[in-house]
């Protein structure tokens, strides 16, 4: 008789089905390790971890000025006042920028870490805007002289489009693009100004990737009985519109509720929910199969 075969799926973690051991991290901790930071580094937690666009420019903008601002520990005590999880965006921030050193002395190994956020997988994010990560992890793997000719690019587009550019130095590439987000040129569901800057670079696969997959699926003909609807029959029920709504680039109401391991499910519009078993795989036995 045939024995059941089981099998252990070797499959890379979700990032939700890593749980890390709860430290508590303190503000006075933020402020210990924000004088292990260096500029480029500023810049780069800056540009993840503020929500508010302008804020975050103008500070770094002080910074490059010389000003002597602790720009992170004055993001976590607002965050804290704002009864925010700052401790876990703070730590996925640190992750996506790979400072280790940073995130072992606040108690954390670089395999946990790595394990929950997954920082160079583009099309997830926990708490940090999946947007800005995609773009900051774009831009790191660039060289000077392609950031050079996709500035050239993006000016001439401002140029045409009457907008006003304002330069900023290529090691600071995130203040740039907390510019281009400040005047609309870019936003958290529309690259794709970038998007036809990188085609006329020739960087096509990064060019694709700034491209909400829902477009890319406008023209999948859906029949039967459960044919998701129109873009007419309402708000929620084409799948163009999930770019519109955002929540392509951040799910929102999984980032929120991340920590108690659920997910608030719109009862007006459910969607589609495939489960697959990644842990086990096994095959029943055939009784039907003769033994000789």
Known sequence: ????????????????????????????????????LDMMEKVSLVYLLYDD???????????QLGAKLQVITEW????????????????????I???????????????????????????????????????YCICEKMTNAQMKI????????????????TDFPIPYMEMSLLDWTSI???SSTDLSNLSKVFKVMEMYDVSESLIPKSHLLTNVDFSGSNKIKNKEDGPCSSISSISTSGLFYQDRTWTNNYENNCYQIDSNCPGICLI???????????F?????
């Open 150 to 165: 996709l500035l050239t690019h993006v000016q001439n587009d401002f140029k045409d489009k009457k907008l006003k550019y």
């Open 53 to 63: 666009i302008e804020i975050a420019l103008q500070n770094l903008m002080q910074l």
């Open 97 to 135: 920028i790979k400072n280790f050193f940073v995130i072992n002395k606040l108690g954390y190994h670089r395999n946990e870490v790595w394990d929950r956020f997954l920082p160079t997988n583009l099309d997830t994010s926990l708490f940090v805007d999946l947007y800005k990560k995609k773009l």
């Open 276 to 286: 697959i078993n990644q842990e086990i795989f096994y095959r029943e036995p055939d």
């Open 184 to 186: 609309k040129y870019i």
């Open 1 to 36: 008789m045939e024995s059941d075969l089981t099998l252990d799926a070797s499959l890379d973690p979700e990032p939700s089905s890593i749980i890390l051991q709860q430290r508590q991290i303190t503000i006075g901790d933020v402020s210990d390790i924000e004088k292990e």
């Open 288 to 292: 039907n199969r003769s033994v000789i």
């Open 76 to 95: 976590s005590r607002h965050a804290e006042k704002m009864g925010c999880k700052w401790q876990s965006k703070l730590l996925e921030a640190l992750t």
